[in-house]
């Protein structure tokens, strides 16, 4: 995909204002070569939006990458922790703070999601601009499809927004000034995606867009249809104006009509996150992964696994990231009732390679992951280097590049399981328990475990069991009211105001556009 050449400057990005460059850089195409034909207006102003759904930066795409938006909602819950390793992971206490909820609106991490989230949305805004001013060269019913996917990737990219944030600037132009600028309400946020993604959902292709092809990691029927599922389920923390029967009953009716598009539950919980994943009947929404086609990392299991791990494996990586006592609890580690999908999410114990020869650590000793000795800072810790259980969710792809970052096994953004969990959820809070049941153990049974009585408590750990290192964990403890328990003890500040349910307008947004209001609590 061709890169469009105009781009909103870092000015733009703290201010919301609108701008120009004059620069000419030599990769990128001349303005006014593209948008001449109506080829060029697709790769300019919608495929080139794709580039940023996935990342190779601190802080860009939403997943794969470090220091942004998954972040968020990972280190900032109970399911994993970056804890202190002597002199690594200490970082002037930015993983500390994400941990305790001790975070200020000068932290980084809500810094590189704001900015990032804003450029692809300024980015939609432009190429919604431009495909009215260059509209003679597509049909009219070409010209309604993109501007449709462009309008539903724009409303998810303000959901994230909403969801992290709160009240934001609800941008819809290029041509708004700073003194224009101001903080929309949460639930008027809300409401635009929710309607921005009903208007564009007719318009959009209702074909699969996990696998290679014309529609491979884009915006379909079943993609927007996932998110106003989500925000119908997570109507009640969005909007204090909200019918929540009625909205319930919406995440219902979103689900079936995935539902109906042939989306289904894999006979294997791995197939899904394997090497060459396309194949998957039950992922929805993916980032396209090819080392020799994309620039899209994963980084994730390259700062979990130890050294010595990843030199295994011929990578390298920077032995940090974890499971907390609290996640090891809910998967029941060290019990006779361990959920299977442990030993497919977490490295534990003796480590081996993928040829079953045990891996050694810098002593010449086993390498062994002591998953309970986990703590924030181990400083001292005999287990400084091998305390936790480490990330084990992807497929090892033997063939990956750039330290194992650069792999194919594609990101998973949405899947069917999550599907039948919020029906499962919708369907349990109307009080339907026979349906309720019924999905919930679909998720249970296909993992091998047991029938239970489904309760709101078990609906809640089984999306931890079942959707670990996704990104779902903060925005589920908070629709469940569970956000500001204490994790693993950690002692945290008076949250009895729930403010960090919402993360601070990052600072320096705050310095260069005097009309924002900070987040209470900030």
């Known amino acids: ?25 030599r990769d990128q195409i001349p303005e006014e070569e593209a948008y001449t034909t109506a080829t060029a207006l697709y790769q300019n102003c919608v495929a080139t939006l794709y580039n940023y759904i996935g990342g190779s930066a601190d802080g860009q795409g939403l997943q794969g990458t470090c220091r942004g938006v998954y972040d968020l909602q990972t280190f900032g819950s109970d399911e994993a922790m970056l804890p202190t390793r002597g002199g690594d992971w200490y970082d002037g206490g930015l993983w500390q703070d994400m941990y305790r909820h ?55 990219y303000y959901w994230y927004l909403m969801d992290l944030f709160g009240r934001v600037p609800l941008v819809t132009s290029t041509d708004v000034s700073m003194n224009e600028v101001r903080q929309s309400e949460r639930g008027k946020v809300f409401d635009f995606c929710v309607a921005e993604l009903k208007e564009a959902l007719p318009l959009l292709s209702a074909e699969n867009s996990i696998r290679p092809g014309d529609y491979y990691g884009r915006i379909t029927q079943p993609v927007a249809l996932f998110v106003l599922a989500k925000l119908m389920l997570n109507s009640s923390v969005y909007s204090s104006t909200t019918d929540v029967a009625a ?35 039950e992922n929805i929404w993916v980032i396209p992964m090819d080392k020799n086609l994309y620039a899209n990392q994963q980084q994730n299991l390259y700062r ?16 940090g990231s974890c499971a907390t006592q609290r996640t090891l609890d809910i998967f029941g580690y060290g019990t006779s009732q361990v959920d299977n999908r442990f030993a497919l999410c977490y490295w534990a114990g003796t480590v081996t390679d993928l040829n079953g020869t045990t891996v050694t650590d810098r002593t010449g000793q086993p390498l062994i992951y002591e998953p309970r000795e986990v703590s924030l800072d181990l400083s001292g810790s005999p287990y400084v280097e091998t305390a936790g259980a480490r990330m084990k969710k992807f497929e090892v792809d033997k063939n990956a590049i750039k330290d194992g970052k650069l792999m194919d096994n594609d990101i998973v953004l949405f899947r069917f399981a999550d599907v039948l969990l919020m029906r499962a959820e919708a369907n349990l809070r109307l009080g339907n328990d026979t349906e309720s049941q019924t999905d919930y153990d679909a998720v249970r049974h296909r993992a091998g475990m047991p029938t239970q009585t489904v309760t709101l408590q078990r609906l809640l750990d089984e999306r931890l069991l079942e959707l670990c290192w996704e990104g779902w ?29 919402l993360y601070p307008i990052p600072a320096d947004v705050m310095a260069l556009n005097l009309n924002l209001a900070q987040n209470p609590g900030y």
């Open 102 to 156: 001790t975070w200020t609106a000068g932290h980084d991490l809500p810094k590189n999601a704001w900015l990032y989230l804003y450029k692809v949305i300024a980015l939609c805004n432009r190429s919604l601009k431009q495909l009215d001013a260059h509209q003679g060269l597509l049909g009219s019913q070409q010209l309604s499809a993109y501007k449709a996917e462009v309008r539903a990737l724009r409303a998810i």
């Open 1 to 25: 995909m061709e890169r469009n050449k105009i781009l909103c400057s870092a000015f733009l990005l703290f201010t919301l204002t609108s701008c120009s460059l004059d620069e000419s850089p």
């Open 473 to 501: 964990r903060r925005q589920d403890l908070i629709r469940f009211v569970q956000y500001q328990t204490l994790y693993d003890g950690v002692d945290r500040p008076d949250e009895s105001d729930g403010h960090t349910t």
């Open 247 to 281: 909205a319930y009953t919406a995440c219902i009716d979103y689900c079936n009509r995935i539902e109906a598009l042939g989306f289904a539950l894999e006979p294997s919980y791995a197939t899904n996150f394997s090497v060459h994943n396309e194949n998957s009947v």
């Open 304 to 319: 979990s696994y130890h050294y010595r791990h990843a030199a295994a494996y011929g990578f390298t990586a920077e032995n």
